[in-house]
């Protein structure tokens, strides 16, 4: 990697940061830079989902205070991740490379796909308290935590903005407390995942430090400023990023 691709890494980890602690989907810019600089696409992904630990961590402290009186709830949808990335690490290890070079597209699709009807689920967020929602979701939140769980273990893209729209849709809480919730699953995902690579996977420790040290600073700087940042502006550059990883892996 030369100098150059090390600050295009690590400058791809500040914006990861930034954007998962506001509203998840980060992978889609680290991910394909990491792509461009030559790693194989396997182990990209088992770099960038270490390097994103770290970036989780600063964003959930940078809303610590959300977090207050969440505890139960931390515990349960907690347990659910955990569960969740654990299955999805193993599937990466499980299924062949050419599997992963199959269904990554389809999910960076899907992931875009989500990112762009976010505008949409945040209107369904505001309107939830008209809708009979459960004030912890029941087990329908718990099955689906776990599910983008399995999803984030696997690959994490828009990870965060599933984990809003369930949420938002089957919880009676403040947005700004959801989202502090869903830093701290995506953390656990990404941790969870994190663990099982280091035993048994190829990482590049380069490419995953950059963007931890990036990944970092970008967490504080969503939780402090990044509720400010155009949301349009994000999605488009989340949606262009995302096209050419497709159209890389797919050429």
């Known amino acids: 990697m030369s100098p150059w691709e090390a600050v295009g890494v690590f400058a791809a980890g500040i914006g990861a940061g930034t954007i998962n602690t506001v509203v998840g ?12 600089v030559g790693l194989p696409p396997v182990t990209a992904n088992v770099s960038n989902t270490i390097g994103l630990v770290p970036g989780s961590l600063s964003g959930a402290i940078g809303y610590r205070a959300e977090l207050k009186g969440q505890r139960d709830r931390l515990i349960r949808l907690g347990t659910a991740s955990l569960l969740g990335g654990l299955v999805g690490a193993l599937l990466l290890l499980v299924l062949p ?41 029941g087990l329908a939140l718990v099955l689906g ?10 690959f994490g893209a828009a990870q965060g903005v599933l984990l809003l729209g369930l949420m938002g849709l089957l919880l009676n809480d403040d947005l700004q ?20 690579f280091l035993f048994v996977a190829h990482i590049d420790w380069y490419a995953a430090l950059l963007i931890a ?15 400010r940042l155009p949301p349009t502006v994000l999605r488009a550059l989340i949606v262009i990023v995302g096209i050419v990883a497709i159209v890389k892996l797919l050429l």
């Open 145 to 154: 935590v776990f599910g983008s769980g399995v999803y984030g273990g696997y």
């Open 213 to 227: 040290a990036g990944s970092t600073i970008g967490g504080q700087i969503g939780a402090r400023v990044g509720r």
């Open 25 to 36: 989907s980060g992978t889609l810019i680290t991910f394909p830079v990491l792509l461009a």
């Open 177 to 196: 407390r959801i989202n502090a919730t869903k830093n701290i699953l995506a953390m656990l995902v990404n941790g969870t995942a994190a663990i099982v």
């Open 97 to 137: 490379a050419d599997a992963f070079k199959t269904i990554v597209p389809v999910l960076i699709g899907l992931a875009l796909l989500l990112v762009i009807l976010q505008p949409r689920l945040a209107k369904s967020l505001k309107a939830r308290d008209a809708a009979p929602a459960r004030a912890e979701g």
